[in-house]
Structure formats: C-alpha cells, structure tokens
C-alpha cells in the first residue's frame, strides 16, 4: 500500500510564498503521474497542478496558473508545489495524490489511487 504524506503548510501572509511537498512510500513512485488538489471549507475538492511521471510535463489549473511550479524529485519520491503571490482564496487543505494510470487534462478526482491526508495552508489578508 502506498502511503503519502504532505508538508509544509502553515500560516502565511498575502503575497507570501510557500513550498509544498508529498513524500511517497515504496519504490513504484517514478511510475505514478502525481497531482495536486486542494479543498476550501465549503467547497469541494479542486485540481491544482499535475505532472507526469518523467517530471517534465506539468500543468496547472487556471486559478494558480503563472505563480505556481509543481515538480518532482524520483530518486526521493518526492513531488513539490511551489505557490507564490498567495492569496487569501488560496488557504483551504492541499493533497497529494497519486495516479497508477494515465490521467485526462484536467484530472478528476476519481482517476487517482492514493492520497495524502492533507496539509492546511492558510493564507492572511
């Protein structure tokens, strides 16, 4: 059973920058195309960055586009979300999940086998 565990969210002020990342169990991580996702309260669960298993082919929802870098280290089975320019609509819970198969532009929820239990990022005006 694979096993994902996010870090590095926390507090931070609008404008500010974080840097997520999702450390994976085993030795298939390098055959996973990894996402990111994020829930706000009140709302369901959204796609936010993507990339292949290779890690050099990601892609980003609209709402991050252009201030977010998602990249992946294999030798760690590591993926990482770097978002900057916070804003306060940015705070909600942020997974990682992890796809067997391959994923249709943009993902949805039910293609990705494994997830994380979350990291809160909290974004102050």
């Known amino acids: 059973q694979v096993q994902l565990v996010e870090s590095g969210g926390g507090l931070v002020q609008a404008g500010g920058s974080l840097r997520l990342s999702c450390a994976a169990s085993g030795s298939t991580f390098s055959t996973y195309v990894m996402g990111w996702f994020r829930q706000a309260p009140g709302k369901e669960r959204e796609f936010v960055a993507a990339i292949n298993r290779h890690g050099d082919s990601p892609s980003y929802a609209d709402s991050v586009k252009g201030r977010s870098t998602v990249s992946r280290d294999n030798n760690k089975s590591t993926v990482y979300l770097e978002v900057n320019s916070l804003k306060p609509e940015d705070t909600a819970v942020y997974y990682c999940?992890?796809?067997?198969?391959?994923?249709?532009?943009?993902?949805?929820?039910?293609?990705?086998?494994?997830w994380g239990q979350g990291t809160q990022v909290t974004v102050s005006s």
């Open positions: 999940a992890g796809a067997v198969r391959e994923v249709r532009v943009p993902p949805r929820l039910d293609e990705y086998d494994y």
